[in-house]
């Protein structure tokens, strides 16, 4: 039989993996359909970093958002039905210590962030090294 945690271990991994390419589908065509702006950004004169930068902060916005969303969300599910996961499992659920959930929060969340930031890593560079003129003309 295989083991409770090893599987989870797995789900973890998979889950982990198809958000990094998913996102990394997602995030391009998003930040491709609004080339023009950055294009309108550098016309004005933002520099190629300052574009780069609106990108990073806003998948660093969207990752922190879906990060404690998440973990919100996992919190609501798993500790009102506690008993219930306890009867299922047919084991004893014993939760570790309060210091122990939080710091598994944090690892987490910052596995949600790092997932989305080298999602966005692509379109991040493609972005910087956006010439106004050229973009302006294929869109």
């Not at 084991?91 to 944090?106: E, H, K």
């Given at each position: 039989m295989i083991p409770f945690f090893f599987i989870l271990k797995i789900l973890a991994v998979s889950v982990t993996l198809f958000t990094v390419i998913s996102l990394a589908i997602i995030f391009p065509l998003a930040v491709s359909s609004r080339t023009a702006e950055f294009s309108i950004l550098r016309i004005l004169g933002a520099a190629h970093k300052k574009c780069a930068k609106i990108l990073l902060y806003e998948a660093l916005f969207i990752s922190v958002?879906?990060?404690?969303?998440?973990?919100?969300?996992?919190?609501?599910?798993?500790?009102?039905?506690?008993?219930?996961?306890?009867?299922?499992?047919?084991?004893?659920?014993?939760?570790?210590?309060?210091?122990?959930?939080?710091?598994?929060?944090?690892?987490?969340?910052?596995?949600?962030?790092?997932?989305?930031?080298?999602?966005?890593?692509?379109?991040?560079?493609?972005?910087?090294?956006?010439?106004?003129?050229?973009?302006?003309?294929?869109?």
């Open positions: 958002a879906g990060g404690l969303s998440g973990i919100a969300l996992a919190c609501l599910l798993v500790f009102p039905f506690c008993t219930a996961i306890d009867s299922a499992l047919s084991v004893p659920l014993v939760f570790p210590p309060s210091a122990i959930l939080f710091l598994t929060g944090c690892a987490v969340l910052l596995a949600v962030i790092f997932a989305v930031l080298l999602s966005a890593l692509k379109s991040i560079i493609a972005v910087s090294k956006l010439e106004p003129y050229s973009a302006m003309k294929q869109g």
